[in-house]
């Protein structure tokens, strides 16, 4: 397949108000004939501007609706919980917080910050983030249900109505979109070369739907290793997961200069 390449220098992403300076350095990218010129620049250096300067993150505040709810009547303490609120109430208590939580974050250690699907495009809460520097995210990993073929083992949903969603969610300001594909790892049987290969494709397809729809995909295969895995067996896993993403990546034409990766935690 012959390939386009388009050089990509470093850039500053604009937010209204506020510049992030970006590493200085000409890099070439090659680009599959799908991806313009145009949009695979915007991808990197939304993807760089994610990640620079070096000390910044991403701050998730992508909770369910019931998970936040959850956490509001428990802010509320014993006495408050017997109150009853309509489904409007509570909408507008759920905007409320996300409001107040975003004019409120400190912007010297956070690049962007990940918003759950209502957040962002029902409340419209984009520009509370983008008018301070940092970069809107979204959520676009649904629910996930068990593997047919291995009960034990969780495939992560959402990619039927994918594109529609994330192209709404652009519109709406987002510019980078996650997706957690958790892999159960123990000593014995699991994971599964089933389960790695669904969540290797579910991980590979979202990132070029991602792109698509003119957003940074952040990959993130979830190894958990909390049963009885060794740290070999992590390693092994690992190795064998992230090579199936980016052979399947390379599969759907994902430009890997704008995506991102997230690195498992201490306990992995």
């Not at 034990?152 to 969610?169: C, S």
């Not at 792109?211 to 909390?226: C, H, K």
């Not at 090579?243 to 390379?250: K, P, T």
Request: proline share 6%; with cysteine.
């Amino acid at each position: 397949m012959s390939l386009n390449t388009v050089v990509t220098p470093g850039y500053t992403f604009a937010a209204s108000g506020a510049n992030v300076d970006l590493v200085d350095s000409d890099t070439s990218s090659y680009l599959y004939p799908h991806h313009s010129a145009a949009v695979a620049k915007s991808l990197i250096a939304t993807a760089q501007a994610l990640v620079n300067p070096r000390g910044k993150g991403i701050y998730a505040t992508d909770e369910t609706i019931d998970g936040i709810e959850a956490r509001l009547v428990a802010a509320e303490g014993i006495e408050a919980q017997s109150r009853e609120y309509t489904d409007d109430q509570k909408r507008e208590r759920r905007r409320r917080w996300r409001e107040c939580l975003y004019e409120s974050l400190p912007t010297d250690h956070i690049s962007g910050v990940i918003l759950y699907y209502e957040t962002l495009v029902d409340f419209q809460l984009a520009p509370v983030l983008s008018n301070r520097g940092i970069i809107p995210g979204v959520r676009a990993d649904t629910d996930a249900h068990p593997l047919p073929i291995s009960p034990q083992e969780p495939a992560t949903q959402g990619l039927d109505d994918l594109l529609p969603r994330l192209q709404a969610a652009y519109q709406a300001g987002a510019r980078f979109t996650k997706w957690r594909a958790p892999i159960l790892c123990n000593s014995s049987s699991l994971p599964t070369q089933a389960g790695l290969e669904v969540q290797a494709e579910s991980l590979a397809r979202f990132a070029a739907i991602s792109q698509q729809a003119g957003l940074v995909p952040i990959v993130e295969p979830d190894v958990d290793f909390s049963d009885d895995a060794s740290l070999k067996k992590s390693v092994e896993v690992h190795v064998k997961i992230i090579s199936m993403i980016y052979a399947r990546c390379a599969a759907y034409g994902v430009l890997l200069e704008g995506e991102c990766w997230v690195s498992q935690g201490a306990a992995s």
